[in-house]
């Protein structure tokens, strides 16, 4: 007899995919689940079958990552210089035996290999670009001579010239990262991470924006203020159009147009953003907030991420005076942030934002007598 509620496992079985990747799911929402009184995750049957007949609009199985396999002794040099300005975290390798451990919690949205040429590089680049597991991936090739498609592999194939300067290696690959966002980009005014539909969608999925308040999300929020002494600090949520504040201090409203958001900064950096002196920053010197009533002038603010490494949005703090963050000011934002994520990780695994309730017939334990 088919069973209608699945455990983990046989979610996994069914989606093909490995354990790990469907408890990903799970925690992102992708998967709606449920706890039996025993403490173990149920998932309907009906949920994994939605999720495979699905449109195939972004999903999110994708992390929010760029996985590098480095050239013999590049690995520490590309792990300093990282993708800047193009939203991705990075992971860094010069092991192929090792690339494959990074690769299985989930597949990345940008995957780099050097010297893809070698005989054994090769044949891994053209295992996984046949691997339908990593079919959104954008694979980037790099190679001696020879750049364009990888022939019948489709456009997230890609061959590019290896450079030996590991720095401009990453800026012609932010490059053409920024390339094919500027194919698909709606002339918006401000910076987007390169990852940003799977980032919006990622926004989607949490349920946060329009949530009600949360007591344990505004006790961080306060204690960044006061870390910092920060006269505003907010946790903000940031949808295609709409910068959305969870929890707030210090300013009244609930959202503002994403056009006025410092944090599309941090979005772009994926990693701590601090911008000293707003009224000298070219790019938000004629921002409104710098005007009465708001008088904006300081701005800094850490990413908050979801279990796959979207960044939804970010805990930042913001000051009427030009002012610089102490080092362990910086510790502490940061800190906080990877809280508010944690908190948001174990929202979403105790089913608090989930969509899907417990199905009929169910009854849950009750407590006391």
Same mark, same amino acid.
């Given at each position: 007899?088919?069973? !209608?509620?699945?455990?983990? #496992? +046989? *979610?996994?079985?069914? =989606? ?7 408890? @990903?799911? &799970? /925690? ?62 990075? !992971?860094?390798?010069?092991? #192929? +035996? *090792?690339?494959?451990? =990074? ?7 940008? @995957?780099? &290999? /050097? ?85 919006? /969608? ?168």
């Amino acid at each position: 007899m088919m069973k !209608d509620i699945l455990t983990t #496992a +046989d *979610a996994a079985e069914l =989606l093909g995919v490995s354990v790990r990747t469907a408890q @990903l799911w &799970v /925690e992102s929402g992708q998967l709606p689940s449920w706890k039996t009184p025993g403490g173990h995750r149920r998932i309907p049957r009906q949920a994994v079958l939605d999720l495979i007949e699905e449109p195939a609009r972004v999903p999110l199985d994708l992390g929010a990552n760029a996985v590098v396999l480095a050239g013999q002794g590049r690995g520490a040099e590309w792990g300093k210089v990282g993708l800047p300005g193009s939203g991705l975290l990075i !992971d860094v390798t010069e092991d #192929a +035996d *090792a690339l494959r451990t =990074l690769l299985e919690p989930a597949p990345p949205t940008l @995957l780099i &290999v /050097e010297n893809a040429e070698d005989g054994e590089r090769k044949a891994l680049v053209a295992a996984i670009s046949g691997d339908p597991r990593y079919r959104q991936t954008l694979i980037l090739a790099m190679i001696g001579k020879g750049v364009g498609s990888m022939a019948g592999q489709g456009e997230n194939r890609v061959k590019m010239q290896m450079l030996s300067d590991v720095s401009a290696m990453s800026a012609a690959v932010v490059d053409l990262l920024r390339a094919r966002l500027r194919d698909t980009d709606d002339g918006s005014s401000f910076g987007l991470p390169w990852n940003e539909d799977a980032r919006l /969608e990622a926004v989607r999925r949490s349920a946060l924006v329009g949530s009600s308040a949360d007591s344990r999300f505004d006790r961080l929020v306060r204690l960044a203020a006061y870390v910092t002494r920060a006269p505003i600090a907010m946790f903000t949520l940031i949808t295609k159009d709409q910068q959305w504040f969870k929890s707030r201090v210090g300013f009244d409203g609930e959202s503002t147009s994403r056009d006025w958001a410092f944090c599309n900064e941090t979005l772009v950096a994926n990693e701590l953003t601090v911008i000293e002196d707003l009224s000298r920053d070219e790019t938000y010197k004629s921002n409104p907030t710098l005007d009465e009533p708001y008088g904006f002038r300081f701005y800094a603010g850490a990413p908050v991420r979801d279990p796959l490494g979207f960044a939804l949005g970010s805990i930042c703090i913001i000051d009427v005076v030009p002012r610089s963050l102490k080092h362990e000011e910086r510790d502490a934002l940061i800190t906080i942030a990877e809280a508010i994520s944690n908190l948001l990780r174990l929202t979403l695994l105790e089913g608090k934002q989930d969509k899907a309730k417990s199905p009929p017939g169910v009854m849950l334990a009750r407590q006391g007598g």
